[in-house]
């Protein structure tokens, strides 16, 4: 931050230096200068310290360390979460969370799998099938120029994961 700061203050004394006209024709053509220009300008100068106090203020905040959870919040969170007896999941809707006994939550997702109108019992496993449909649409993609090999080798998924 430290030499950003410096870089501006150089650009602006440098532009001030010009514009005041104390440029001369040797300066213009000879090499950078060594040492740092000057200003008389107390805009310029109040300016650059303004913009110094205000990073070494920010520098110096703290960050935000606050918990918003005490100790003994989360220590009953932590054991909530260990607790092999209940299930914690988000709710359907609303945002809400729901903690459920297990055993309530396991019949109630076996009560919903058997709704027929809902849900079918499949005779074999689907996933093969979508990946061959998926591997020959990248095939496709491949030859026609759609996708490059680094786009074909990533899509390809050699072993997916079964729901």
């Known amino acids: 931050m430290e030499i950003e700061l410096y870089k501006l203050n150089r650009i602006l004394n440098c532009n001030e230096f010009r514009k005041i006209g104390t440029t001369t024709r040797s300066h213009l053509f000879s090499s950078r200068v060594k040492k740092d220009i000057k200003t008389s300008n107390i805009a310029i100068k109040t300016f650059i310290q303004t913009i110094h106090n205000d990073v070494q203020r920010i520098i110096k905040i703290p960050p935000h ?41 396991k019949k109630e997702i076996m009560r919903q799998l058997q709704d027929v109108k809902t849900y079918k019992k499949l005779t074999f496993d689907p996933v093969k099938k979508f990946q061959q449909r998926i591997n020959h649409l990248i095939e496709i993609g491949l030859q026609g120029n759609y996708i490059d090999s680094n786009t074909a080798k990533y899509l390809q998924v050699e072993f997916p994961i079964h729901p």
């Not at 360390?65 to 969170?77: D, V």
């Open 65 to 105: 360390s606050r918990h918003n959870l005490t100790f003994k919040e989360k220590e009953a969170l932590k054991d909530l979460r260990q607790d092999s007896t209940i299930v914690i999941r988000p709710a359907d809707k609303g945002g809400a969370i729901v903690i459920q006994a297990y055993q309530q939550y």
